[in-house]
Each structure stands twice: as structure tokens, then as C-alpha cells.
């Protein structure tokens, strides 16, 4: 909060001072977009600059076998990859490589590789199957027990809250959350399941201990064979404590669904996302004769067709690289679900141990420092809304920045000389975590300076009202620097934003889209993120470190109700802006000048 506690002449003297001098500046913003999506984001510079380097870049770690950020197996790898975004079903971008190796050429069923070959997406399945929940049921059963809608767990007592599962505690959310506390898996990744496991130290178990189902090279278990292992492990941690990784966390919430809704989870995911989105070759059983697939399956595990079972909700689905982008530009745009349940899905549910990454439903929330501007060295941070997954040679991963309505869609099938699916995942995720930093380095920074650069060619200039009054604004970019400057402002022959200084001690305003637009009218809605010059010190402060407050000044000066930090740009159908208004002042700059 700012008061009115200190003499407005003073900080008149003080105000004039920082702005004739060069103070540096803090350079705040709040979470979000800085400024609109591109009317034409394809056609920018910054992206067919980014397309051509992106080629070029996949190339030559094709060649070489590496990137900045690891190796890349490219003689044993199938890759695809697709940029897209949501103004278009037309791709920003779209890769393939094909390894030289001849296994790669003898698994692909098609004998090419393109958008519509089909890979195994392995944990993606997650993102997935909460997708198929909330287009079929939506959000409003999060907070309820899963005992509610599970009977089989009614029963379970807690006699020993360390050896026993607290169910009434575990919410169908934090299920999707990954935060239910619950155990990673009841038998999937089992060590008992191994042949001759006991030869590497571990005790020998008595056979009704010794897993028997589940495993992967087993067959599924039944469903009464899931509960009385579900119920007899022990808790990882209360619930809705932190984030823990859990694939029984889905069968469970498949379950729950197909007791509310009394529709099998296959069928919900081919109604809920699968035919509204005239989707040909995303499957959730595996496509045993298609005849465009990529196979690259470890040692005695037949990985594209393995059958987990119950755990489908889980692991259970194939796509295509063009049904996998269209699966994600459909999340952007809202196309199945409210755009406020869509804002809401795509949040934290926690954080975790780390400043850089949280989870949500199931999201796998990456913090990216991108540049403010090109080549700057000054960046602010733009959460990307992803979800990997693996499963035998398969690895694939979704990467969304609603910051910048742009997702990628990254698929890797990898031979490998691995016994065991487990093994055979791991062995392939270097690969797609080597492309994909590739990718993520390209294109974010792309998409961040595309929309700056639409900025400048439509929203900055000079404008000025018509109405009598002397009152102007003039807007522009300033290098290094988010957003957009008012770099003058006169209301009425006042000079405003001297007055913002003399009154509150702002030194300078920069303006940040709040992603409202209404399309009818074309107004764009803008605030003022106030600025204030940088005071430097050698100590780190944990209860005001600089811009950790600024969100609570929004909509803090009012003027009859309405916020003078509201800045309304209406801009034409090809995005060039014709007028700006200030409510707060009552005025409108509706010529522009410059």
C-alpha cells in the first residue's frame, strides 16, 4: 500500500530528480502475458526467424549427435516434433528424423515417419485422462473424498496412521494433483517381480509377498487383485501435503469417474476429447494393425501393445505427433472446456522443492527466464504448463506457454539394448530432454519477441483527445525493459504523471496486457505497473525482495470507483491501435498522432 504519509513537495523535487537523471529502474510486472498474442503471430520476423533456426539447429544435432544440453542418440531415434499455436491448425513448425540405424527403418509399420505415425505417450496419459474428467464431469468433484465415490476403500481403518492409508483424506483433486500421499505404484515398478533379484542383497519374501500381477512383464491385475495390494501398502505422506508422483492415482480416478458418471473411462475418453476433437489417430487401446506406427521395443517387452490393465488412465494412450499438438492447442483455446475452468486447470496445486518447477493437475510446471527483449540480458519469468511420459522406448512430452497462446509436441521412440520397459524409458528420456531444452531455448524466447515486436508496429505511439482538453499520451518500448512505457502523459494541460511522482512516488508507469479483449469492440485491457527507482543492497531480503508485492497494486489508486491504473487500447481487426483510454480520468485519446 501507498499512503499519504510524506510532502508532495519534497517528492516533486525528489521525482524531477530521477527523471532527468539515468536512476535505474525496477522493472516489475505481474504473472501472465506482457502483451497480446501477435493478430498474425506466423508472420512475425521473430518467428520464420525462429522456424529456420529450429531446422537448422535439430539438424545439426542430428549430425553431430549432441546438443548444448546432452546427447543426442539420433542412429537408434525416431523424433517428432511440432510447434503450434492457437490461432491455427496449420503447425508454426513440424520435424522428423528417422535414425540411420537399420532397426528404426525395420520398426516403422509405414516405412515413413510423419505427423500421422503413432508413438505410445506413456505418463502423458495423465494429462489426458484429467482432461477426459473435467470435459466430462468438470471440476466440482475435486474436493470430495474418494471414499465417496470408491467404496472398496470405505472399510480400510487407520490403526497406525505411519502403516495405514487415511482414504477419507484423499480428494478425487488431490488424486489429479498429484498430492494424494498414496503410494507410486502397487506393482508396476515391484522389484519381487524380477527373476533372481534376491542374488543382488535383498531378502527373501514369502510367496504371498512376492508380486504376482502388475508388473511389466506380467499380466494386469484384476481388479480384486488392485485393491488387496492398494490396501495393504503403507502411506507416502498425508494428504494434500506436497507432491508426490503416484500412477495408481489415476486407475483410482477412473474408478471414482465410472461410478459417478456409470461410463467406462475408454468410452469417456473417446467422447470427451477423442470425437469432439475429430481426432483419427489418438487411441486408448492399443492400434495392433495400424499400418503407420513406430516399434521399438526392449528385450522381452512388447512395449507399443503392453497391456497395464487398470493402469490405462495412467499410461493407456497413443496419438500421432499432429493429434498430440491438436490435443494441446485444443487446452489453450478452450475448445472443450470454459475458459475459466481452463484459467483454473492450468495453476499450481503445489509447489516443490524446487524455485523453478511446481505441479498441478497433473501438470509438471516448469519456471523459464526468457529475455524481456532480444538479447537482453534482463528476464522475467514465464511458467510453461507441461507433461512428459515414458514407457519403454517411448518418451514423449507436452510443453504449453498460455503466456504465449504456443505449445510443443515432442515425440522420441528409441532402440535400446535395455531388458526391461523401466530401464528402456529411462535410457530414452536423454534424448528427448536434449531436443526438447533445444526446443524450449528457440522457441519461448521467439514468441516473447514476436509479441514485443507486434507491440511496436501496433499499440505504441502518440495520441491525443478530442474532446477540448489539452491531454495526451504517448506510448512506446524501452530497451531492456517489460512492457509498454508511458513515456508522456498530460491530462487537461497537467503533466500526470509528474503528479503520480509527486503524490505516490512513482517514477515511471510501464503498461501490461491483463489478457482481457473484448473482440466486438476490439478494446484491449491494459494496467500500469508502477515503477520505482532500484535500491541496491548487499543483503537478501525475504519479506520484500524486489517485485514480490507489485501484484497488490493492482487496481490500488482509484478515482471514482474506477482504477486510473486501467489502460484501454481499441485497436482494428488487424490489430493496429486507433484510440486509448484512461476511465480513471474520464478520457479518451481517440486521435492518433504518431
Known amino acids: 500500500m501507498h499512503l499519504f504519509n510524506l510532502s508532495s513537495a519534497l517528492l516533486l523535487v525528489w521525482t524531477t530528480s530521477v527523471r532527468s537523471q539515468s536512476t535505474q529502474l525496477t522493472d516489475c510486472g505481474f504473472l501472465g502475458p506482457v502483451y497480446p498474442t501477435p493478430p498474425s503471430l506466423a508472420d512475425t520476423k521473430a518467428i520464420r526467424e525462429a522456424k529456420d533456426a529450429f531446422t ?7 549430425r553431430n549427435g549432441s546438443t548444448a544440453w546432452g546427447p543426442v542418440d539420433a542412429a537408434n531415434s525416431s523424433i517428432s516434433f511440432a510447434v503450434f499455436s492457437t490461432q491455427s491448425d496449420q503447425l508454426l513448425s513440424e520435424y522428423h528424423h528417422l535414425g540411420s540405424s537399420p532397426g528404426t527403418k525395420a520398426h ?17 496419459t495423465k494429462l489426458l485422462s484429467v482432461y477426459t474428467f473435467l470435459a466430462k464431469v468438470g471440476p466440482k468433484y475435486w474436493s470430495e473424498p474418494v471414499t465417496n465415490h470408491v467404496p472398496e476403500l470405505v472399510a480400510q481403518s487407520v490403526k497406525n496412521s505411519v502403516l495405514d492409508i487415511n482414504w477419507s483424506e484423499v480428494t478425487l483433486g488431490s488424486l489429479a494433483g498429484q498430492v494424494s500421499g498414496i503410494p507410486h505404484d502397487y506393482a508396476l515398478t515391484d522389484l519381487s517381480a524380477i527373476p533372481g533379484i534376491t542374488e543382488n542383497g535383498l531378502p527373501d519374501l514369502p510367496p504371498s509377498e512376492v508380486t504376482t500381477c502388475g508388473a511389466a512383464n506380467q499380466e494386469p491385475c484384476s481388479g480384486e487383485e488392485f485393491f488387496r495390494l492398494l490396501l495393504q501398502q503403507h502411506p507416502v505422506a498425508p494428504a494434500s501435503q506436497g507432491p508426490n508422483y503416484s500412477n495408481e492415482a489415476y486407475q483410482l480416478l477412473s474408478l471414482a469417474y465410472q ?21 483419427k489417430r489418438t487411441f486408448y487401446h492399443p ?20 497391456d497395464i490393465g487398470g493402469l490405462d488412465p495412467a499410461g493407456g494412450a497413443w496419438a500421432s505427433l499432429h493429434d498430440f499438438a491438436a490435443l494441446g492447442r485444443s487446452m489453450l483455446n478452450s475448445s472443450l472446456l470454459p475458459a475459466q475452468v481452463t484459467r483454473d486447470w492450468l495453476k499450481p496445486n503445489s509447489h516443490s522443492s524446487n524455485l523453478y518447477s511446481s505441479v498441478g493437475k497433473p501438470w509438471e510446471i516448469l519456471r523459464m527466464a526468457v529475455p524481456v527483449s532480444p538479447d537482453s540480458k534482463t528476464t522475467r519469468f514465464v511458467d510453461l504448463y507441461t507433461k512428459s511420459g515414458g514407457l519403454g522406448g517411448y518418451n514423449a512430452w507436452l510443453f504449453l506457454s498460455p503466456d504465449h497462446n504456443i505449445g510443443i509436441a515432442a515425440l522420441v521412440a528409441s532402440l535400446t539394448e535395455a531388458d526391461n520397459a ?65 513515456t508522456n502523459l498530460i491530462y487537461n494541460g497537467t503533466d500526470f504523471l509528474e503528479t503520480l511522482g509527486s503524490v505516490f512516488g512513482y517514477a515511471a508507469a510501464s503498461l501490461q496486457y491483463m489478457n482481457l479483449h473484448d473482440k466486438p469492440s476490439g478494446q484491449l485491457s491494459f494496467r500500469a505497473v508502477w515503477q520505482s527507482p532500484k535500491h541496491p543492497t548487499s543483503v537478501t531480503s525475504v519479506i520484500h525482495p524486489e517485485c514480490s508485492l507489485n501484484w497488490s497494486d493492482l487496481d490500488n489508486l482509484k478515482y471514482g470507483d474506477i482504477g486510473l491504473d486501467q489502460v484501454i487500447i481499441t485497436v482494428k481487426a488487424e490489430g493496429k491501435a486507433v484510440s486509448v483510454e484512461m476511465p480513471g480520468l474520464r478520457t479518451s485519446f481517440s486521435k492518433r498522432v504518431k
Not at 287 to 306: L, M, Q, Y
Open 259 to 279: 461410478n459417478i458418471t456409470g461410463e467406462s473411462f475408454a468410452d469417456a475418453f473417446r467422447s470427451g476429447i477423442v470425437e469432439p476433437l475429430k481426432l
Open 422 to 486: 523401466i530401464a528402456a524409458s529411462e535410457s530414452g528420456m536423454p534424448v528427448l530432454v536434449s531436443l526438447a531444452e533445444l526446443a524450449l531455448a528457440t522457441w519461448i524466447p521467439a514468441a516473447e519477441a514476436a509479441a514485443r515486436e507486434s507491440a511496436a508496429s501496433n499499440l505504441v505511439g502518440s495520441f491525443k483527445s478530442e474532446d477540448g482538453l489539452n491531454s495526451s499520451i504517448s506510448l512506446d518500448l524501452v530497451p531492456d525493459h517489460q512492457g509498454i512505457r508511458i
Open 108 to 124: 516403422l509399420t509405414g516405412g515413413k515417419l510423419d505427423g500421422d505415425t503413432v508413438y505410445r505417450l506413456g505418463s502423458v
Open 56 to 62: 537448422r539447429l535439430m539438424d545439426s544435432a542430428m
Open 287 to 306: 492400434p495392433t494393425s495400424d499400418i503407420n506406427t513406430v516399434r521399438v521395443d526392449p528385450k522381452g517387452a512388447n512395449t507399443f501393445e503392453i
